[in-house]
T-cell receptor, first 116, second 114 residues
Framework: AQKITQTQPGMFVQEKEAVTLDCTYDTSDQSYGLFWYKQPSSGEMIFLIYQGSYDEQNATEGRYSLNFQKARKSANLVISASQLGDSAMYFCAMRTLTGANSKLTFGKGITLSVRP | KAGVTQTPRYLIKTRGQQVTLSCSPISGHRSVSWYQQTPGQGLQFLFEYFSETQRNKGNFPGRFSGRQFSNSRSEMNVSTLELGDSALYLC?????????????FGAGSRLTVL
């Protein structure tokens, strides 16, 4: 079974500063993928960044980077230069890459509020 | 390129009724998944379809069902609605079910059961 843990309470960050959102995971799979999604108040889940378990380098996508520490089973999202539009819920998720299965297991999410 | 389209966006039903939600995936995507999101339980996987076949099912009662059509469009149905079925139902599509395919989500259908 897979499990994602996001335990931070609501996070606050000043505009233009960087923020780290924590995510730890547990799985018995050797091959898996880690995802971060953003959910604004409108409800749509927006894909941000992906990290494969065998990727040697941390993933980056614009202002988003993933701090992947495999031994610690953590996949923290770093948002640089926060913008007001970054205020949203952020979900960490994972799926196995073994076999034919696209099911995502999500964490409970973290609320991020960006202050002007 | 159009995204994942879910209809209706909002609906209100009463206990005991049934509801059908629709999802049109991104063109070319053959896999469609459904998730239920509630404040208490978070995001929970309902089921996944690929080429009209249900490939995976979450831990939900039989009142929850779905299907996929030959054009990859999918519907989910909830019968005998209960108050606890009030939730945001999210549909996601992806090219396939293997590898690191990213799921693209729709805006959701928000169901309120009175």
């Amino acid at each position: 079974a897979q499990k994602i843990t996001q335990t931070q309470p609501g996070m606050f960050v000043q505009e233009k500063e960087a923020v780290t959102l924590d995510c730890t995971y547990d799985t018995s799979d050797q091959s898996y993928g880690l995802f971060w999604y953003k959910q604004p108040s409108s409800g749509e889940m927006i894909f941000l960044i992906y990290q494969g378990s065998y990727d040697e380098q941390n993933a980056t996508e614009g202002r988003y980077s993933l701090n992947f520490q495999k031994a610690r089973k953590s996949a923290n999202l770093v948002i640089s230069a926060s913008q007001l539009g970054d205020s949203a819920m952020y979900f960490c998720a994972m799926r196995t890459l073994t076999g034919a299965n696209s099911k995502l297991t999500f964490g409970k999410g973290i609320t991020l509020s960006v202050r002007p | 390129k159009a995204g994942v389209t879910q209809t209706p966006r909002y609906l209100i039903k009463t206990r005991g009724q049934q509801v059908t939600l629709s999802c049109s995936p991104i063109s070319g995507h053959r896999s469609v998944s459904w998730y239920q999101q509630t404040p208490g339980q978070g995001l929970q996987f309902l089921f996944e379809y690929f080429s009209e076949t249900q490939r995976n099912k979450g831990n939900f009662p039989g009142r929850f069902s779905g299907r996929q059509f030959s054009n990859s469009r999918s519907e989910m149905n909830v019968s005998t609605l209960e108050l606890g079925d009030s939730a945001l139902y999210l549909c996601a599509s992806t090219l396939g079910v293997t590898g690191a395919n990213v799921l693209t989500f729709g805006a959701g259908s928000r169901l309120t059961v009175l």
